[in-house]
């Protein structure tokens, strides 16, 4: 027996395009489903959609470019993205009806969906509201904010045995091999030093602890010593992770990912500074999100000066000893910026190559400053990737997905425990989605952007 028959509101692509989406490149429109259970042997669930992610890699779903990690469109078909869903009928063991769910479905009000392996079942948690499944808390491939815990400021550790090799720049031998292997579970900054008979490199006591050492493992190259005992300028950094006392540039930093950064950066004990779109967005940062500093690009006619200027308060601000910065009150214009989390490539892009230190990390995460994505304009600074040795990469979040339970565990607590906020910028109603989804590249949002398509 045929069940209800409702009308189903969608927003559909209308076709390819190569600049910045416009509300005119969707259409909303109206048709009928039946709330039937899925066919037998399908595996398959009818989901009833209460929120939607707007975010700004479904842009690149809107070419004609079949070459990318995810698929274009199809015109005259809805939208997809990421959401949170609660099953009405299920084919799929795994899945019941009432159970709350999150997964790529259509940008619709109900969703038949056939691919349920990139599917998680949400366990509901009064203390967290079900719509940070599509920002604080979100998996899926394109999207980044586990990544940037799990990776940017965790580092990715190595599996296995490690042969480690340490930079050695006080040496005429610019590599040092350890000579035991050992497994990194994180990357700290150390201090050694190296005996060139004996190639030894001398650990801080305090660090010893982020080493794992094979129990079967000789031990008689590496010793462990006091940091007093080193010598000025011997920090190396072994990873990307950030560490006390750095300095931290995100930009876009009040959007869905920028804030996190900034939060979780803060949590290692970070100087972090963020650029935003308006001063609503400024104060936002520093007021609630905890930032030290923040700028409204807007309103500055040379990015490389203000950078410049902010990095001088920074300068004063910390009271960073020479053992750890060595030269840095001494000079002329501070070391620059460690750790640039990249959400706008452009002209933002170009001014952080000019203020980055030596061996400072750059985390591409998004290009969102791009008008074209077929012309994308072009990057003058590249040379202080080599001169300044910066390490520069992209991510994807789907390279990180087997730590994600652990990412998921740690963000939950921390927003238990009060340690981060989270700010969500709510539209009500699947007809206020193409405006919302196009508000991004202009900057109209303030937080995740999310739409509410029912309530729960």
Known sequence: ???????????????????????????????????????????????????????????????????????????????????????????????????????????????????????????????????????LLVTYPGRTIDAIRNNFLLSNCPTGNLNLRILVSRCSQTVLHVGHHCCLRVSVPIWKKCTLEGKIVRIPSEFESHFDFKDDSPKKNVSITDEKKCRDGERIRLRNSPTKGEYV?????????????????????????????????????????????????????????????????????????????????????????????????GDMLDATLLNMRIHGRIAVCGMVSQQSLSKPKGIYNLFNLISRRIRMQGFLQSDYLHLYPRFLEDVSNYYKQGKIVYIEDMNEGLESAPSAFVGLFHGKNVGKQVIRVAHE
Request: proline content about 6%; charged content about 25%; aromatic content about 10%.
């Open 249 to 345: 540039f995100v930009s876009a930093a009040s959007g869905a990912v920028g804030q996190l950064v900034g939060q979780l950066a803060k949590l290692h004990g970070c100087y972090v500074v963020g650029s935003a779109g308006s001063k609503e967005k400024v104060d936002l940062l520093k007021n609630k999100l905890g930032f030290d500093e923040a700028f409204n690009y807007k309103e500055e006619l040379d990015l490389n000066a203000a950078l410049q200027r902010l990095l001088s308060f920074m300068s004063l601000t910390l009271k960073i000893p020479d053992i750890i910065y060595p030269g840095l009150h001494d000079r002329y214009f501070p070391q620059g910026i460690d750790i640039y989390f990249d959400n706008v490539g």
């Open 1 to 135: 027996m045929s069940e209800e028959v409702v009308q189903n509101k969608k927003v559909t692509f209308k076709g390819y395009i190569d600049d910045v989406p416009k509300e005119t490149d969707m259409e909303l429109k109206l048709s009928n489903i039946e709330l039937n259970p899925p066919p037998q042997g399908s595996a398959a669930i009818l989901v009833k959609n209460l929120y939607l992610s707007c975010d700004p890699y479904m842009r690149g779903r809107m070419r004609d470019f079949h070459g990318s990690y995810i698929p274009p469109f199809v015109p005259g078909q809805a939208l997809e993205g990421f959401g949170v869903s609660k099953v009405i009928h299920s084919d799929h063991p795994n899945y019941k009806p009432g159970d709350f769910i999150t997964g790529f479905t259509g940008w619709e009000e109900y969703s038949v969906i056939q691919r349920t392996e990139q599917l998680r079942k949400i366990q509901p948690d009064d203390r967290i509201p079900l719509s940070f499944h599509v920002g």
